[in-house]
Protein backbone atom coordinates (compact mmCIF):
# COMPACT_ATOMS: atom_id res chain seq x y z
CA UNK A 1 0.00 0.00 0.00
CA UNK A 2 1.62 3.32 -1.13
CA UNK A 3 2.79 5.43 2.02
CA UNK A 4 2.22 9.07 2.70
CA UNK A 5 5.25 11.78 2.76
CA UNK A 6 5.67 10.75 6.03
CA UNK A 7 6.02 7.10 5.44
CA UNK A 8 2.32 6.23 6.91
CA UNK A 9 0.81 3.90 4.88
CA UNK A 10 -2.83 4.21 3.49
CA UNK A 11 -4.52 1.88 5.69
CA UNK A 12 -2.84 3.12 8.79
CA UNK A 13 -4.79 6.92 8.04
CA UNK A 14 -7.88 4.96 7.16
CA UNK A 15 -7.85 3.55 10.76
CA UNK A 16 -6.80 6.61 12.42
CA UNK A 17 -9.93 8.24 10.14
CA UNK A 18 -12.29 5.58 11.60
CA UNK A 19 -11.28 5.68 15.15
CA UNK A 20 -12.11 9.17 15.57
CA UNK A 21 -15.93 8.78 15.48
CA UNK A 22 -16.90 8.30 19.18
CA UNK A 23 -19.89 7.50 21.11
CA UNK A 24 -20.13 10.76 22.05
CA UNK A 25 -19.01 12.06 17.97
CA UNK A 26 -20.70 10.03 15.88
CA UNK A 27 -20.77 12.27 12.74
CA UNK A 28 -18.05 14.19 12.27
CA UNK A 29 -17.41 17.81 9.97
CA UNK A 30 -14.58 17.13 7.55
CA UNK A 31 -12.54 19.54 9.33
CA UNK A 32 -13.65 17.85 12.71
CA UNK A 33 -12.69 14.38 11.38
CA UNK A 34 -9.31 16.49 10.22
CA UNK A 35 -8.57 17.42 13.43
CA UNK A 36 -9.65 14.14 15.23
CA UNK A 37 -7.65 11.97 12.91
CA UNK A 38 -4.22 13.92 13.10
CA UNK A 39 -4.83 14.39 9.31
CA UNK A 40 -4.50 17.41 6.94
CA UNK A 41 -8.11 18.37 5.90
CA UNK A 42 -7.34 17.31 2.27
CA UNK A 43 -6.31 14.26 3.09
CA UNK A 44 -8.68 13.54 5.59
CA UNK A 45 -11.65 14.68 3.14
CA UNK A 46 -10.17 12.51 0.16
CA UNK A 47 -10.47 9.17 2.01
CA UNK A 48 -13.83 10.04 3.68
CA UNK A 49 -14.90 10.85 -0.10
CA UNK A 50 -13.32 7.41 -0.79
CA UNK A 51 -14.73 5.57 2.10
CA UNK A 52 -17.92 7.16 1.87
CA UNK A 53 -18.75 5.97 -2.11
CA UNK A 54 -17.98 1.99 -0.60
CA UNK A 55 -20.49 2.12 2.05
CA UNK A 56 -18.13 2.39 5.07
CA UNK A 57 -18.72 5.94 5.98
CA UNK A 58 -21.65 7.79 4.97
CA UNK A 59 -22.95 11.24 4.47
CA UNK A 60 -25.68 12.96 6.65
CA UNK A 61 -28.16 15.05 5.52
CA UNK A 62 -25.97 18.47 6.77
CA UNK A 63 -22.85 17.10 5.10
CA UNK A 64 -21.05 15.42 8.06
CA UNK A 65 -19.58 12.11 7.63
CA UNK A 66 -20.68 8.90 10.26
CA UNK A 67 -19.65 4.99 10.20
CA UNK A 68 -21.85 3.42 7.18
CA UNK A 69 -23.84 0.68 7.59
CA UNK A 70 -21.64 -1.75 5.22
CA UNK A 71 -18.85 -0.96 7.92
CA UNK A 72 -21.34 -3.00 10.61
CA UNK A 73 -22.96 -5.44 7.66
CA UNK A 74 -19.12 -6.71 7.13
CA UNK A 75 -18.34 -7.54 10.57
CA UNK A 76 -21.48 -8.71 11.50
CA UNK A 77 -21.25 -10.88 8.71
CA UNK A 78 -17.77 -12.78 9.34
CA UNK A 79 -16.41 -11.83 12.40
CA UNK A 80 -16.49 -14.12 15.17
CA UNK A 81 -16.59 -11.87 18.32
CA UNK A 82 -20.28 -11.45 16.51
CA UNK A 83 -20.90 -15.28 16.91
CA UNK A 84 -19.59 -15.07 20.80
CA UNK A 85 -22.24 -12.37 21.18
CA UNK A 86 -24.83 -14.62 19.30
CA UNK A 87 -24.32 -17.30 21.79
CA UNK A 88 -23.90 -15.05 24.68
CA UNK A 89 -26.71 -13.16 24.17
CA UNK A 90 -29.78 -15.93 25.81
CA UNK A 91 -27.09 -16.51 28.83
CA UNK A 92 -26.92 -12.82 29.84
CA UNK A 93 -31.07 -12.27 29.40
CA UNK A 94 -31.31 -14.86 32.02
CA UNK A 95 -28.70 -13.51 34.03
CA UNK A 96 -30.40 -9.97 33.39
CA UNK A 97 -33.75 -11.00 34.37
CA UNK A 98 -32.98 -12.81 37.43
CA UNK A 99 -30.69 -10.12 39.06
CA UNK A 100 -32.22 -6.84 37.59
CA UNK A 101 -28.42 -5.18 37.01
CA UNK A 102 -26.24 -4.41 34.51
CA UNK A 103 -25.08 -7.11 32.69
CA UNK A 104 -21.93 -7.57 30.26
CA UNK A 105 -20.15 -9.88 27.80
CA UNK A 106 -16.49 -8.89 27.43
CA UNK A 107 -13.62 -11.02 25.38
CA UNK A 108 -9.49 -9.82 26.09
CA UNK A 109 -6.80 -8.51 23.97
CA UNK A 110 -3.73 -9.71 26.09
CA UNK A 111 -1.85 -7.84 23.53
CA UNK A 112 -2.87 -4.42 24.92
CA UNK A 113 -4.06 -5.61 28.45
CA UNK A 114 -7.54 -4.72 27.76
CA UNK A 115 -11.11 -6.06 28.08
CA UNK A 116 -13.19 -5.23 24.93
CA UNK A 117 -17.28 -5.53 25.32
CA UNK A 118 -18.94 -6.99 23.03
CA UNK A 119 -22.76 -6.83 24.72
CA UNK A 120 -24.43 -5.49 27.38
CA UNK A 121 -27.82 -4.99 28.86
CA UNK A 122 -28.84 -2.25 31.03
CA UNK A 123 -30.76 -1.77 34.03
CA UNK A 124 -33.51 0.81 33.29
CA UNK A 125 -33.97 3.13 36.19
CA UNK A 126 -30.56 2.09 37.67
CA UNK A 127 -28.21 5.06 37.79
CA UNK A 128 -25.11 3.47 38.62
CA UNK A 129 -22.10 4.32 36.44
CA UNK A 130 -20.70 1.76 34.06
CA UNK A 131 -17.78 1.96 32.29
CA UNK A 132 -17.97 -1.32 30.63
CA UNK A 133 -20.21 0.33 27.64
CA UNK A 134 -20.40 -1.71 24.00
CA UNK A 135 -17.24 -1.25 21.72
CA UNK A 136 -15.63 0.07 25.44
CA UNK A 137 -12.11 -1.22 26.38
CA UNK A 138 -11.28 -1.58 30.17
CA UNK A 139 -7.74 -2.52 31.63
CA UNK A 140 -7.89 -6.15 32.00
CA UNK A 141 -6.08 -5.79 35.88
CA UNK A 142 -8.87 -2.90 36.84
CA UNK A 143 -12.18 -5.26 36.06
CA UNK A 144 -13.93 -7.78 37.26
CA UNK A 145 -14.11 -9.38 33.98
CA UNK A 146 -10.78 -8.91 33.13
CA UNK A 147 -9.30 -10.81 36.11
CA UNK A 148 -11.99 -13.46 35.38
CA UNK A 149 -10.37 -14.04 31.92
CA UNK A 150 -6.64 -13.78 33.45
CA UNK A 151 -7.18 -16.12 36.46
CA UNK A 152 -7.72 -18.67 33.89
CA UNK A 153 -5.23 -17.75 31.48
CA UNK A 154 -2.07 -19.30 31.03
CA UNK A 155 0.69 -18.54 33.31
CA UNK A 156 2.92 -16.98 30.63
CA UNK A 157 -0.04 -14.99 29.90
CA UNK A 158 -0.92 -13.49 33.33
CA UNK A 159 2.95 -12.42 33.44
CA UNK A 160 3.12 -10.18 30.65
CA UNK A 161 -0.37 -9.17 31.87
CA UNK A 162 1.27 -8.03 35.11
CA UNK A 163 4.66 -6.49 33.41
CA UNK A 164 2.18 -4.67 31.03
CA UNK A 165 -0.02 -3.40 34.40
CA UNK A 166 3.19 -2.27 35.69
CA UNK A 167 4.06 -0.07 33.19
CA UNK A 168 1.19 1.60 32.43
CA UNK A 169 -0.23 1.90 36.20
CA UNK A 170 0.11 5.22 37.73
CA UNK A 171 -0.42 3.53 41.04
CA UNK A 172 -3.80 4.38 41.88
CA UNK A 173 -5.96 1.47 41.31
CA UNK A 174 -6.76 -1.29 44.56
CA UNK A 175 -4.74 -4.13 42.25
CA UNK A 176 -1.87 -2.15 41.27
CA UNK A 177 0.84 -3.72 43.09
CA UNK A 178 2.16 -7.39 41.61
CA UNK A 179 1.56 -9.30 44.75
CA UNK A 180 -1.59 -8.32 45.15
CA UNK A 181 -2.69 -9.26 41.38
CA UNK A 182 -1.25 -12.47 41.98
CA UNK A 183 -3.41 -13.02 45.19
CA UNK A 184 -6.34 -12.18 43.61
CA UNK A 185 -5.60 -14.14 40.56
CA UNK A 186 -5.30 -17.10 42.77
CA UNK A 187 -8.27 -16.37 44.57
CA UNK A 188 -10.73 -16.42 41.62
CA UNK A 189 -9.18 -19.55 40.33
CA UNK A 190 -10.06 -21.26 43.89
CA UNK A 191 -13.68 -19.56 43.69
CA UNK A 192 -14.15 -19.49 39.94
CA UNK A 193 -15.67 -16.21 40.24
CA UNK A 194 -14.31 -12.60 40.46
CA UNK A 195 -15.76 -9.89 43.06
CA UNK A 196 -13.91 -6.46 42.40
CA UNK A 197 -15.40 -3.35 44.39
CA UNK A 198 -14.51 0.40 44.32
CA UNK A 199 -11.65 0.30 41.59
CA UNK A 200 -12.74 1.96 38.51
CA UNK A 201 -15.88 3.74 40.17
CA UNK A 202 -15.91 3.78 44.13
CA UNK A 203 -19.88 3.30 44.57
CA UNK A 204 -19.56 0.24 41.95
CA UNK A 205 -19.09 -3.77 42.86
CA UNK A 206 -18.58 -6.29 39.89
CA UNK A 207 -18.91 -9.68 39.80
CA UNK A 208 -17.74 -11.94 36.86
CA UNK A 209 -17.21 -15.77 35.55
CA UNK A 210 -14.90 -16.87 33.07
CA UNK A 211 -15.93 -17.98 30.08
CA UNK A 212 -14.44 -21.16 28.40
CA UNK A 213 -14.14 -22.75 24.89
CA UNK A 214 -12.75 -25.29 23.14
CA UNK A 215 -9.92 -27.20 24.68
CA UNK A 216 -11.25 -25.19 28.10
CA UNK A 217 -9.35 -22.38 26.61
CA UNK A 218 -11.07 -18.76 28.28
CA UNK A 219 -12.31 -17.11 26.00
CA UNK A 220 -14.31 -14.56 27.52
CA UNK A 221 -16.25 -13.79 30.96
CA UNK A 222 -19.90 -12.68 32.04
CA UNK A 223 -20.03 -9.84 34.38
CA UNK A 224 -22.75 -8.00 36.48
CA UNK A 225 -21.95 -4.51 37.50
CA UNK A 226 -24.41 -2.72 40.49
CA UNK A 227 -24.42 -0.27 43.13
CA UNK A 228 -22.24 -1.25 46.56
CA UNK A 229 -25.25 -0.87 48.56
CA UNK A 230 -27.50 -3.11 46.32
CA UNK A 231 -24.98 -5.67 46.59
CA UNK A 232 -26.09 -9.17 47.23
CA UNK A 233 -24.17 -12.19 46.21
CA UNK A 234 -26.33 -15.01 47.17
CA UNK A 235 -28.26 -13.66 44.66
CA UNK A 236 -25.97 -13.22 41.91
CA UNK A 237 -23.74 -15.70 41.80
CA UNK A 238 -25.77 -18.81 41.27
CA UNK A 239 -27.27 -17.55 38.33
CA UNK A 240 -23.88 -16.30 37.04
CA UNK A 241 -22.03 -19.47 37.74
CA UNK A 242 -24.85 -21.69 35.92
CA UNK A 243 -24.63 -19.17 32.62
CA UNK A 244 -20.66 -19.05 32.78
CA UNK A 245 -21.42 -22.67 32.60
CA UNK A 246 -23.94 -22.53 29.74
CA UNK A 247 -22.17 -20.40 27.42
CA UNK A 248 -19.18 -22.05 27.90
CA UNK A 249 -20.46 -25.00 26.70
CA UNK A 250 -22.03 -23.84 24.42
CA UNK A 251 -18.64 -22.60 23.11
CA UNK A 252 -17.32 -26.28 22.80
CA UNK A 253 -15.75 -26.35 26.46
CA UNK A 254 -15.66 -29.54 28.71
CA UNK A 255 -17.67 -29.60 31.62
CA UNK A 256 -15.50 -28.27 34.52
CA UNK A 257 -15.94 -26.61 38.20
CA UNK A 258 -16.20 -23.35 38.72
CA UNK A 259 -14.71 -23.10 42.45
CA UNK A 260 -14.49 -24.50 45.99
CA UNK A 261 -18.14 -22.54 47.03
CA UNK A 262 -21.09 -24.43 48.93
CA UNK A 263 -23.05 -22.31 46.41
CA UNK A 264 -21.57 -24.08 43.48
CA UNK A 265 -22.43 -27.41 43.94
CA UNK A 266 -26.22 -29.06 43.80
CA UNK A 267 -28.23 -29.24 47.08
CA UNK A 268 -28.25 -32.58 47.41
CA UNK A 269 -24.55 -32.93 47.83
CA UNK A 270 -24.04 -30.31 50.76
CA UNK A 271 -23.41 -31.41 54.16
Known sequence: MANSSTGESVIRRVVRIMDAFTRDHPALTPAELARA?????????????????????ARTPDGRFAVGARLWELAARSNPLEEFRRRGLPFLE????????????????????????????????NAVKNLGEVAARLSLTETSPGLAILAFSPPDVRERALALAAQTNSGGSAH?????????????????YCRLAGVLVEENVGYA???????????????????????????????????????SRAMGAERRPYGERAWLRPRADRQ
Do not use: K
Open 37 to 57: AGLSTSTAHRLATDLAAEGLL
Open 94 to 125: GVHAAVRQHVSLAVPDLDTGTVLYVERLDQHG
Open 176 to 192: DAAPRLRAALAEVRRTG
Open 209 to 247: VPVFGEGNAVVGAIAVVMPLEDERAELVLPVLVSAGRGL
